[in-house]
């Protein structure tokens, strides 16, 4: 019996439920607010700025961590 496709192509464990659901969300959330400010453009106060960075840059280490 052959194994389906995505167990072969399979080589590590994918990431806990919950790393994966905030990596996207956070990725949603910032995406929208930039996509918002870029294209549509709303206003963008600097401290506004500063929390889409904090975004990011935990949904990143997210990522970092449970890669490991």
Request: some cysteine; proline content about 9%.
């Amino acid at each position: 019996m052959k194994p389906w496709p995505e167990q072969a192509l399979s080589t590590h464990p994918a990431p806990p439920m919950g790393t994966g659901y905030a990596v996207w969300t956070g990725i949603g959330a910032a995406g929208s607010a930039i996509l918002g400010t870029a294209v549509l453009g709303d206003f963008a106060a600097p401290m506004q700025i500063c929390c889409i960075l904090l975004i990011l840059g935990r949904v990143i280490g997210l990522r970092l961590v449970s890669a490991g």
